[in-house]
């Protein structure tokens, strides 16, 4: 009888057991806010995301029903596709919009050089702020600018956006109350919120499983969340604010279209090694370490523990 299978086997479970060690040992456990402005920090300067992802860190849009789609081609079409269902899109051309959480600007260009929108994207990390900004070509500096601001402290005027847009920004906000508040206060009346959001299950839906809350806790300790919102959670935000007069809310569960993200998130590793294997070692380390809170993800969102949330909402004039 050949030892073989043993052997490949032990192996197998031997690296396992060497990875799992490595990914609990080096969590990203919110603290404040400057440990998410650091782990993006990290993120940004060891430009492993962007190698593999582009220029945009969220997930994509397959189409309802999903289809096989590029990747990097998803995430653009989710930016079209959240300016189309949320009104955004109506807007005329020189409109002032707020990208809250722009990472390194991805949907602040586009934004800004499909829509002709004049665009402010705001991050707490000054390492995505300075991507974004080396990122954004000349033609587009003019409309298309980038800062480093708290989404709970915005240093802007009360009603200064024509729109407020934020992509998978809400998980790190450790106060949601007043991160909708916040996005509601500079937008002008008759403006147009746009927001993309992970959500837990609500509880009404359904408490969690020993396992589910497990789960729930790797994904805030190795991504610097506090919390995640349920979609309906995050709506009563929205709505209770005080700047929410006349505000209509209204959402909708895009995990279907986005759910082939995650594993899509994996396997551009396999179609595109160079973006690792050039960025050295460490980088093939880190890329490693990430897969298993990604088949987390994959897992939470396909048993609906985990949802793909979006808000739409014009304010009252």
């Not at 052997?7 to 060690?21: E, I, P, W």
């Not at 919110?30 to 300067?45: L, P």
């Amino acid at each position: 009888m050949s030892l073989t299978p043993w052997v490949l086997g032990l192996a197998g479970l031997t690296s396992a057991a060497a990875l799992f060690r490595l990914w609990q040992r080096r969590d990203r456990a919110y603290q404040d806010a400057a440990s998410v402005a650091r782990a993006y920090d990290r993120w940004t300067e060891d430009a492993l995301l962007e190698n593999l992802w582009g220029d945009h860190v969220h997930l994509g849009h397959y189409g309802s029903p999903p289809r096989p789609r590029d990747f990097r081609a998803a995430k653009v079409d989710l930016v079209h596709a959240l300016v189309g269902w949320s009104h955004l899109g109506a807007l005329p051309p020189g409109s002032r919009v707020l990208d809250v959480g722009c990472g390194i600007g991805g949907s602040a260009r586009i934004l800004a050089r499909d829509y002709g929108f004049t665009v402010l994207g705001i991050s707490i990390s000054a390492a995505q702020v300075a991507r974004a900004t080396a990122l954004t070509p000349p033609e587009l500096a003019g409309q298309c600018r980038f800062a480093v601001m708290d989404a709970l402290a915005l240093e802007l005027p009360d009603g200064g956006f024509d729109g407020v847009w934020s992509v998978e920004a809400g998980p790190h906000m450790p106060d949601k109350q007043r991160y909708a508040d916040e996005l509601l206060r500079v937008l002008r009346p008759g403006g147009c919120l746009a927001v993309a959001d992970w959500n837990q299950r609500d509880a009404a839906d359904g408490a969690p499983t020993p396992l589910e809350r497990w789960v729930v806790r790797q994904l805030l300790n190795q991504w610097a969340h506090p919390a995640f919102s349920s979609i309906r959670s995050l709506r009563a935000n929205l709505e209770a604010s005080p700047y929410a007069a006349g505000l209509r809310v209204e959402t909708d569960d895009w995990t279907r279209a986005t759910l082939p993200s995650w594993l899509d998130s994996i396997a551009e590793g396999v179609r595109r090694p160079g973006a690792v294997l050039g960025l050295g070692p460490a980088a093939v380390l880190q890329g490693v370490r990430e897969i298993p809170t990604l088949l987390l993800m994959d897992w939470a969102f396909r048993r609906g523990l985990m949802q793909f949330g979006v808000f739409r909402g014009r304010k009252g004039g």
